[in-house]
């Protein structure tokens, strides 16, 4: 086990900024450590440090099915009923795509707004031709507008048209 790591799980509390939240993070991404970066995530969260374009792109290395899991650090248990460590950090990820692409929903409902389209929210074929539509025409990346057009879908934008 690493010394220096687990010290720094330890004493979490003495790290009073979100550079050394991340570099602590990093650290522990490195050994890929995902128990112990689930909780340095949550610990950022609760204590009001606003996670950053680097704690996500750290966070992003571990997201993967193939990516091997290291448990070695202790890590505290507040009790709590929690997912799996692999299964948070894809929640985690899809949670800031989805905010990060929700950016762009004003540009695409002024587009559907103002164009013609077929798509009933339901049928798979005309959802693949209305996202490269949008794709092209807002220039917009096609897993953004895969997330807008499943927002709107829940919103219920497409059934009111």
Do not use: W
Request: proline fraction near 2%; charged fraction near 30%.
């Amino acid at each position: 086990m690493n010394q220096n790591l687990q010290s720094g799980i330890d004493n979490i509390t003495k790290l009073t900024d979100i550079d050394k939240l991340n570099l602590l993070l990093e650290k522990c991404v490195l050994e890929y450590e995902m128990t112990a970066v689930v909780y340095i995530f949550d610990y950022m969260k609760e204590n009001k440090y606003k996670p950053n374009e680097l704690t996500y792109s750290l966070i992003n290395k571990l997201h993967g099915k193939t990516i091997k899991e290291q448990s070695k650090l202790i890590i505290p248990d507040n009790g709590k009923k929690k997912l799996e460590p692999r299964r948070r950090i894809h929640k985690i990820m899809k949670g800031y795509d989805y905010s990060k692409a929700l950016k762009h929903k004003q540009i695409v409902i002024d587009y559907l707004n103002n164009n013609q389209y077929v798509y009933d929210g339901k049928n798979n074929k005309q959802k693949k031709l209305l996202i490269n539509k949008i794709k092209t025409h807002c220039k917009i990346s096609l897993s953004d507008v895969k997330f807008i057009i499943t927002y709107l879908n829940r919103q219920k934008f497409f059934i009111s048209k």
